[in-house]
């Protein structure tokens, strides 16, 4: 099937947001989030009015995993009665309607069909998760330019993708050329201000997504990697990195596929009410590998570190087929001690 | 859709105290018969304390209920004690592999354990009893580190009347004796003198802490033991038991899918810390 292409001029904008408006919840990028003194960082939440979409963005501190994939989630409820008795309550938010994401990246929606490979996978199916991905309709836009720490075409997340999205937005100058991946997108662009695009408007769409991969640094050879990977003395080619680590997790924390967990108990004193919640877990945490009486299989600093490197583009990879890094460069610009996980993997790949 | 998470409730039948923390749990779910293969685990909850993964030591296929040997290492499991007849836990599971009894088929089988890790092997050799004929020799080396760690003392394999009956060999040490004991004294790698194990045509089964598992491997490995024909049931801290929450990861391995039992070779290699 040829995917359907139109073209928006950028003042008619206002008015599909406005009709997509009337029909679903929005959540796109948005300067509401907060940020700190001195930055501002545009951040995935509902949004009411056309102003507040920051299409305009380079990316989001906290990616979209966010809202499907939330952190604290509350996985049950339940009460103990005087008699021993137990009661179990199965609670969470349900999307019972559909939400638009208007404006993700494509190293992102990468992220979502990596994550996908996770959670709804045949051992493991997350209800809440499986609910909130039925009923997302996903407006991509790719980039006008790379962030200084993006490498997302080592992976295939960008900067043009094929697939995990309903639209896919470029900004070619006056227009936005717009490219239907479903048939929901299709049916989104039957509105009149959407106009035929024609192959002068698809050349300059090339031309972008080309200007954007040549801006782009040189793509890392992951196969190379994952064959150094036994050969290599991976302590040595990584301790100038380890030795930066605050193993704080701030890099798990803004990854877009981190998925690890842990399910925690908050109860009351009495122990006889309270819930289970799953909350973002670090593999940086000294107590990620730890099991009873105390032993802990990751205790230094150089394991945990060089687990993260490989998990993203060796385990994850063998096991899913794909590598789950989609180099949005988030891990890089949050890290405290400015550690790039692309110049890591790097020097795996030079041996 | 079922929530994964939620554990289907179950309620304590049984309360049986093996050493000073080590307590022999037999539940029995609420709404259905419990069935699980040799060498898989549950997810235990102890509503109010938490949730821990513990192997399931015997199915006891009668009733539809299960045993579970538990010893006392944290915020979770400190709950035992507190656990009365009639008390109401949760279940998740039964996950994990378990033994591949195909494979064992009509080989000699060791089974080299320590401490509570007889607990997570009792399963097999309740299996390996129950066709006993289809497998060839059997040898359990057990050790603990006192006589009073030992676990399952009343059972047949501290009998020798009934092991030998049965068509099996039990050797047990201790590192510490106390004025009673009469059996070896040392780490259970010296059991490997007292009687005679050849990798021939054998399979070895080890389950124990980290340190005995690593040094009982390489000894084997020495004695000519080929990976595959070691076998490991590896502990890990599972959280969710389904593969998703990363916590029991083994270089790309997941103990708590493609484990709790894992050839030696499987692991052997990766970068990570195995023991």
Same mark, same amino acid.
């Given at each position: 099937?040829?995917?359907?292409?139109?073209?928006?001029?950028?003042?008619?904008?206002?008015?599909?947001?406005?009709?997509?408006?009337?029909?679903?919840?929005?959540?796109?990028?948005?300067?509401?989030?907060?940020?700190?003194?001195?930055?501002?960082?545009?951040?995935? *939440?509902?949004?009411?009015?056309?102003?507040?979409?920051?299409?305009?963005?380079?990316?989001?501190?906290?990616?979209?995993?966010?809202? $499907?994939?939330?952190?604290?989630?509350?996985?049950?409820?339940?009460?103990?009665?005087?008699?021993?008795?137990?009661?179990?309550?199965?609670?969470?938010?349900?999307?019972?309607?559909?939400?638009?994401? $208007?404006?993700?990246?494509?190293?992102?929606?990468? @992220?979502?069909?990596?994550?996908?490979?996770?959670?709804?996978?045949?051992?493991?199916?997350?209800?809440?998760?499986?609910?909130?991905?039925?009923?997302?309709?996903?407006?991509?836009?790719?980039?006008?330019?790379?962030?200084?720490?993006?490498?997302?075409?080592?992976?295939?997340?960008?900067?043009?993708?094929?697939?995990?999205?309903?639209?896919?937005?470029?900004?070619?100058?006056?227009?936005?050329?717009?490219?239907?991946?479903?048939?929901?997108?299709?049916?989104?662009?039957?509105?009149?201000?959407?106009?035929? *695009?024609?192959?002068?408007?698809?050349?300059?769409?090339?031309?972008?997504?080309?200007?954007?991969?040549? @801006?782009?640094?040189?793509?890392?050879?992951?196969?190379?990697?994952?064959?150094?990977?036994?050969?290599?003395?991976?302590?040595?080619?990584?301790?100038?990195?380890?030795?930066?680590? $605050?193993?704080?997790?701030?890099?798990?924390?803004?990854?877009?596929?981190?998925?690890?967990?842990?399910?925690?108990?908050?109860?009351?004193?009495?122990?006889?009410?309270?819930?289970?919640?799953?909350?973002?877990?670090?593999?940086?945490?000294?107590?990620?590998?730890?099991?009873?009486?105390?032993?802990?299989?990751?205790?230094?600093?150089?394991?945990?570190?060089?687990?993260?490197?490989?998990?993203?583009?060796?385990?994850?990879?063998?096991?899913?087929?794909?590598?789950?890094?989609?180099?949005?460069?988030?891990?890089?610009?949050?890290?405290?001690?400015?550690?790039?996980?692309?110049?890591?993997?790097?020097?795996?790949?030079?041996? | 859709?079922?929530?994964?998470?939620?554990?289907?409730?179950?309620?304590?039948?049984?309360?049986?105290?093996?050493?000073?923390?080590?307590? #022999?749990?037999?539940? =029995? +779910?609420?709404?259905?018969?419990?069935?699980?293969?040799?060498?898989?685990?549950?997810?235990?909850?102890?509503?109010?304390?938490?949730?821990?993964?513990?192997? !399931?030591? =015997? !199915?006891?296929?009668?009733?539809?209920?299960?045993?579970?040997?538990?010893?006392?290492?944290?915020?979770?499991?400190?709950? !035992?004690?507190?656990?009365?007849?009639? =008390?109401?836990?949760?279940?998740?599971?039964?996950?994990?592999?378990?033994?591949?009894?195909?494979?064992?088929?009509?080989?000699?089988?060791?089974?080299? #354990?320590?401490?509570?890790?007889?607990?997570?092997?009792? =399963?097999?050799?309740?299996?390996? +009893?129950?066709?006993?004929?289809?497998?060839?020799?059997?040898?359990?080396?057990?050790?603990?580190? #006192?006589?009073?760690? +030992?676990?399952?003392?009343?059972?047949? &394999?501290?009998?020798?009347?009934?092991?030998?009956?049965?068509?099996?060999?039990?050797?047990?040490?201790?590192?510490?004796?106390?004025?009673?004991? /009469?059996?070896?004294?040392?780490?259970?790698?010296?059991?490997?003198?007292?009687?005679?194990?050849?990798?021939?045509?054998?399979?070895?089964?080890?389950?124990?802490?980290?340190?005995?598992?690593?040094? %009982?491997? /390489?000894?084997? +490995?020495?004695?000519?033991?080929? !990976?595959? /024909?070691?076998?490991?049931?590896?502990?890990?801290?599972?959280?969710?038991?389904?593969? %998703?929450?990363?916590?029991?990861?083994?270089?790309?391995?997941?103990?708590?899918?493609?484990?709790?039992?894992?050839?030696?070779?499987?692991?052997?290699?990766? &970068?990570?810390? %195995?023991?």
């Amino acid at each position: 099937m040829i995917a359907m292409e139109k073209l928006i001029d950028k003042r008619d904008l206002e008015k599909f947001f406005n009709d997509l408006k009337e029909e679903y919840e929005i959540i796109g990028p948005t300067l509401k989030g907060g940020g700190t003194a001195q930055y501002s960082y545009t951040t995935f *939440a509902p949004i009411n009015k056309f102003e507040e979409l920051m299409l305009d963005y380079t990316t989001t501190m906290v990616s979209p995993k966010n809202i $499907f994939f939330p952190n604290n989630q509350v996985l049950y409820k339940f009460e103990k009665d005087s008699d021993g008795n137990i009661t179990v309550e199965d609670v969470g938010d349900e999307w019972r309607e559909k939400r638009v994401f $208007f404006g993700m990246h494509p190293c992102d929606i990468s @992220a979502l069909l990596r994550i996908d490979k996770v959670l709804l996978e045949e051992d493991f199916d997350d209800k809440r998760y499986r609910n909130k991905r039925e009923n997302c309709i996903i407006i991509g836009i790719t980039c006008n330019e790379p962030h200084q720490t993006c490498f997302c075409s080592t992976s295939g997340a960008g900067p043009d993708i094929e697939i995990g999205y309903d639209l896919l937005f470029t900004d070619i100058g006056e227009y936005y050329f717009v490219r239907a991946g479903t048939d929901i997108g299709e049916k989104l662009l039957s509105s009149d201000y959407f106009k035929k *695009a024609s192959r002068k408007d698809k050349e300059k769409r090339d031309n972008q997504i080309e200007m954007v991969n040549n @801006a782009l640094p040189e793509k890392l050879d992951i196969e190379k990697i994952a064959q150094n990977i036994s050969d290599c003395d991976l302590d040595t080619l990584l301790s100038e990195f380890t030795n930066q680590c $605050f193993t704080c997790g701030a890099c798990n924390m803004v990854c877009p596929t981190c998925h690890c967990f842990s399910v925690v108990e908050r109860v009351n004193p009495e122990r006889t009410k309270g819930s289970r919640n799953l909350t973002w877990d670090s593999c940086h945490y000294e107590k990620f590998a730890t099991m009873a009486g105390n032993v802990n299989v990751r205790p230094d600093v150089k394991d945990r570190f060089r687990h993260r490197v490989l998990d993203k583009f060796y385990y994850d990879a063998t096991r899913y087929g794909t590598a789950f890094c989609v180099g949005c460069g988030r891990c890089r610009d949050f890290c405290p001690g400015h550690m790039s996980i692309r110049d890591a993997a790097k020097k795996i790949q030079e041996g | 859709m079922r929530n994964t998470f939620i554990p289907e409730l179950a309620k304590i039948k049984g309360i049986k105290d093996e050493t000073s923390d080590i307590r #022999t749990l037999t539940i =029995s +779910m609420e709404n259905r018969f419990f069935d699980a293969k040799p060498g898989q685990f549950v997810e235990v909850t102890l509503f109010g304390y938490g949730e821990f993964p513990v192997s !399931v030591a =015997s !199915v006891l296929g009668s009733n539809g209920s299960f045993q579970t040997t538990i010893q006392e290492k944290g915020r979770a499991t400190n709950g !035992v004690k507190d656990l009365e007849i009639g =008390s109401t836990i949760g279940i998740r599971g039964p996950f994990g592999n378990g033994y591949p009894l195909e494979i064992m088929k009509g080989k000699d089988i060791y089974i080299v #354990t320590g401490g509570i890790g007889l607990a997570a092997v009792w =399963s097999l050799i309740d299996a390996l +009893m129950k066709r006993r004929d289809q497998y060839g020799k059997l040898k359990l080396l057990h050790g603990a580190r #006192t006589p009073d760690d +030992m676990i399952y003392k009343d059972s047949f &394999v501290f009998n020798k009347v009934q092991t030998d009956k049965r068509g099996m060999e039990a050797l047990f040490t201790v590192d510490r004796p106390d004025q009673d004991w /009469q059996g070896n004294v040392g780490l259970v790698t010296e059991l490997f003198n007292k009687t005679e194990i050849s990798a021939g045509n054998a399979i070895v089964v080890i389950c124990g802490p980290g340190i005995m598992m690593k040094f %009982v491997s /390489q000894e084997l +490995m020495n004695k000519g033991f080929g !990976v595959s /024909q070691i076998i490991l049931s590896m502990e890990r801290r599972m959280q969710c038991g389904m593969g %998703v929450c990363g916590h029991c990861m083994i270089g790309h391995k997941r103990v708590c899918l493609d484990g709790p039992v894992l050839y030696y070779g499987e692991i052997k290699d990766t &970068v990570d810390r %195995v023991f």
